[in-house]
Structures are given as C-alpha cells and as structure tokens.
C-alpha cells in the first residue's frame, strides 16, 4: 500500500507561482510512473504532468510551458512546479502512482489539495 500525501495549495494571484509537493510512503524509484491530476469544480479529472522511472515526462496541452514535474528519489517526492497560473488553472490538485506489478497494475491517489488562482 502506497500512501501519497500532496502539500503546497493556496490562493495565488493570476500570474503568480506555486510549487506542489507530493510525498510517497515507498521508494518512488520503484514507481512506473508518478502523475499530476486536476479536477475543478463540475468538471472531469484531467491528466496535468506526468513522469516515469526514465524521467520522461509529459503535460498537457494546457500546462505546456508554465508548468514542470519533477521528483527526487532521495526524498520520495514529486513536484509540480507551476508558473504564470491563470484563473483556469483552479482546481483539487491530485497525485497519483501507477505501480505495474505481474498481477496487474497498482494506482494509487492522494487526497488533493486546493489551489486557487484569483485576484
């Protein structure tokens, strides 16, 4: 069982930055990949930044070029760094692990947390 538990939400000025933090109770280098997920108010859960035990990653269309995930093994954590938000950018933050395993795949949610981007 891996327990991931997401830091760092706020309230922010449009323009503004904030970083997110995740924090994962196993060895994220075991991890297949860890990821980035976002739900605003009435709408879906969307896939923001995403990276893998290779260290590609991957983002949105939406998040290209204000936004960058990034981990660190020794502290078991992976980050969003988020840049230039906008009121759009509103939503529950969420982490998430995929551990692919012989019996299938393992994922693995955190409990969100809120950023605001407003003025």
């Known amino acids: 069982q891996v327990q991931l538990v997401e830091s760092g939400g706020g309230l922010v000025q449009p323009g503004g930055s904030l970083r997110l933090s995740c924090a994962a109770s196993g060895s994220i280098s075991s991890f297949n990949a860890m990821r980035w997920y976002r739900q605003a108010p009435g709408k879906q859960r969307d896939l923001v930044a995403s990276?893998?035990?290779?260290?590609?990653?991957n983002y949105a269309d939406s998040v290209k070029g204000r936004f960058t995930i990034s981990s660190d093994n020794a502290k078991n954590t992976v980050d969003l760094q988020m840049n230039s938000l906008i009121p759009e950018d509103t939503a529950v933050y969420y982490c998430?692990?995929?551990?692919?395993?012989?019996?299938?795949?393992?994922?693995?949610w955190g409990r969100g947390t809120q950023v605001t981007v407003s003025s």
């Open positions: 990276i893998i035990s290779s260290g590609s990653t």
């Open positions: 998430n692990v995929l551990i692919v395993t012989p019996r299938g795949r393992d994922i693995y």
